[in-house]
């Protein structure tokens, strides 16, 4: 039965969480709730509206029809709250505010943990927000307003996003320094076709780089491991377990582990800065917006090892 009260804030941003997680427990994580507290505030929710919201017994959990009807007029509504909270911010000249930015997993190990420390020292009291997911995702959170900007990989074909092209970045081959493709200046791709593989995870767009160029030869990779992070695959390499292909700008000083260009052919990947077109940025956005490309133009990405990276025509112009 709905009661004659109405739903908090506060409940529907933990709905929302859920519906987004599929599980309790991250959406509480995501929140920085307790989970007990979580879902005592969905289960008011529910009883407050007299429905059931989310299908328990699935795992993920699953939005029920009720669930899946609120779900866009509660995003909404969240919106327009956050939309009130950053024009009153505004008025204090960026001494608050809050921003919300993406990133693919390979961007947010690699460009956006210096971007964002720059922008820190430079605006201390604005919150920040990260979310790490492949440009697909990265996109629906745009459009669905959960993200200010992100930072992905091109092309975004979505008419109500805009974007900036920043870098063009090249695929590196990652092996251990004893390996025999060490000894090379360069690595031809015919050359990995029996070369086990290190494997991103589902969900990574250097997965389907990867994948896509081997397929564009006419070659099957050979995985030795499938699954690794961005931030576990250097170890990986250097226990030996196979080689990798990189982004050129994760590879550093390891002395254990050696990258090679890839060439015949080259895999390379375009990097922008997206953000929503049916809205300005804010100004603490527009802040940080600014923040990436005074990073990229000041060559702080640069570091020993480094290869394979280059910033688009026209940036910092």
């Not at 309790?24 to 505030?41: D, H, I, N, W, Y």
């Not at 576990?232 to 990798?244: D, P």
Request: some cysteine; charged content about 20%.
């Amino acid at each position: 039965m709905v009661t004659d009260e109405g739903p908090t804030l506060h409940q529907l941003r933990c709905f929302v969480a859920v519906a987004d997680e599929g599980q309790f427990t991250s959406a509480a994580e995501r929140l920085g709730l307790a989970q007990p507290s979580l879902s005592s505030q969905v289960g008011r929710l529910e009883q407050i509206l007299g429905v059931d919201l989310f299908l328990r017994a699935h795992r993920p959990i699953t939005l029920t029809d009720a669930g899946k009807a609120l779900l866009p007029i509660a995003r909404r509504a969240l919106g327009s709250i956050d939309d009130v909270v950053r024009a009153v911010a505004e008025v204090a000249d960026l001494r608050r505010g809050h921003v919300t930015v993406g990133a693919t997993p390979s961007l947010g190990a690699t460009l956006l943990p210096r971007v964002l420390a720059r922008f820190h020292e430079h605006h201390p009291d604005i919150t920040l927000s990260v979310l790490e997911r492949h440009s697909d995702d990265l996109a629906e959170q745009l459009e669905n307003g959960s993200l200010d900007l992100a930072l992905a990989v091109m092309p975004m074909r979505r008419g109500s996003l805009e974007h900036t092209v920043l870098a063009i970045e090249e695929l590196v081959v990652m092996v251990p320094s004893d390996h025999p493709l060490a000894a090379q200046d360069e690595v031809h791709l015919e050359q990995l076709l029996d070369v086990p593989l290190i494997m991103f995870r589902e969900g990574y767009n250097l997965r389907s780089a990867t994948l896509g160029a081997f397929a564009r030869a006419g070659f099957v990779p050979r995985v030795a491991l499938d699954g690794a992070e961005i931030g576990s695959v250097n170890a990986f390499v250097r226990a030996g377990i196979g080689a990798a292909l990189v982004p050129g700008i994760v590879a550093g000083s390891d002395p254990d582990v050696v990258v090679r260009p890839l060439v015949s052919p080259r895999v390379e990947r375009t990097i922008g800065l997206v953000r929503p077109s049916s809205r300005p940025p804010s100004r603490s956005a527009a802040a940080l917006i600014e923040e990436v490309t005074d990073f990229l133009v000041s060559g702080e990405w640069r570091h020993e090892g480094a290869v394979g990276f280059r910033l688009a025509p026209g940036v910092g112009a």
